[in-house]
């Protein structure tokens, strides 16, 4: 159980302090024990339980490496740093062979890059050289022999005319008339020859040998930006593992202390030399001492009655603050063994900023829960529980009678009495050590409670 079941382990000797301090406390002819005189007074009602000191706001120092790498050194947890101090060295040994492999991959994909942006630089050069160069050449080149072709037809005609007017006076024979005209013929079919090269050339090889030289203008360029691709990626690699390099020395961004974070959760494993870290995992806390908080569970019997804005009394080895109830979960961890099986609640107690406040102090925590003034109090150790009802054993002339009464708060010492007493009435301490007869006064005051108008207060 928590502090509530140590309270009432200890409840005797608690009670006879306070009551002897009070100076209620008689000892009479009782058999058994002694009595208490019934006083008024004030009760205050708290809620004790143990925490842990820790800052409010903590700069998390990670690890920037990828995978998992050994801690070479790490500085003691609390101590104080300057900007710039080194606090942790992570073995660099595998990174560096990261940065030296990543470097020759960069280069060769690197060369490969420039190698390809000069065959597109030559490609393009080709697909111009063309269109504008040599197809031009060949095309006026044609059209030169195609005129040539048609001017050689129309001689040979002309001469074919000549021949036949000679012939026609007897000057030449029909064979030369006839070697005029195989000469036409030759020169209609060569200017016809012509004449298709040219289509041919303006309507098929041009189309074809442009789409050609543009098809592997576009294949090289689709494979340079592959090559350009691929060396960014690995310039990447290369850039980010000289990065991690780096992150292999962490320094500290500014001053101030230096804990573990098992210092500040006391669930987390420690990190020290030879152990292996990954990425992102927290290695140390730089806390905010100006923002001091004590953390600590609240027992579930006990967590309905803790609110926000309660005073807290903060316990410290060296000192004692008052701190104000900040947060109360209202979800609970799992309670198992490493718990005790107790189900407790997380809840944070904010204190003022003060001097010499390390984190990771243990801190008895005092919360006030209820504070009454000017009650009917009565020791715990008077009160019998029986069947949900109390009853406590009055003292009389007559000797001791036990009564029933309705009992309200209690500190787990003192308990407020509602009905069933009167002031300067003597009530037996101890009443399960009492084996005197009694008289019984319990119907009675059943019978006053249930005419009152006003119920039990369960504050």
Known sequence: MAKWTIAIAVLGGLCWAAVALAGSLREDNVPGGMTYRVIRGNLLVTVDEQGVLESAENLEIKSQVRGYNAVLWIVESGT?????????????????????????YSNWSQSAADWSATAVARARIAVDEYDQGRYQSELLTLEKDVAIARAAVQNAKDRVRHVRAMAASGYLSELEVDERQFAVDQAELNLQLKQTQLEVLKNFTYKEQL???KGELAAIEANHKANVERAMADNSRRDRAVEELQYCVIKAPHSGLVIHPNAAQWESAPIEEG??????????LMPDLNEMQVKLGVHESAVKRVKNGQLANVTLPTRTLEGVVTEVASVTKPAGWWTGNQVRYDTIVSLPAAEDLRPGTSADVEIKVAEYQDVLLIPVAAIV?????????????????????????????????????????????NPYAYEAPVV???????????????GPNTA
Do not use: M
């Open 275 to 284: 152990t292996n870290v990954h990425k992102d995992q927290v290695l140390l």
């Open 385 to 429: 529980e029986r069947n949900n009802q109390s009853f406590c054993w009055v003292q009389s002339p007559d000797g001791a009678r036990r009564r029933r009464i309705i009992v309200g708060d209690t500190n787990q010492v003192f308990t407020v009495v509602q009905q069933g007493l009167q002031e300067d009435e003597e009530v037996l301490l």
């Open 440 to 454: 019984d006064e319990a119907d009675a005051v059943e019978s006053e409670v249930e005419n009152s108008d006003e």
């Open 211 to 213: 789409q050609t030289l």
């Open 80 to 104: 104080f740093v300057e900007q710039g101090d080194e606090l942790v060295r992570l073995d660099a040994l595998f990174i560096q062979e990261q940065v030296d492999e990543r470097t020759k």
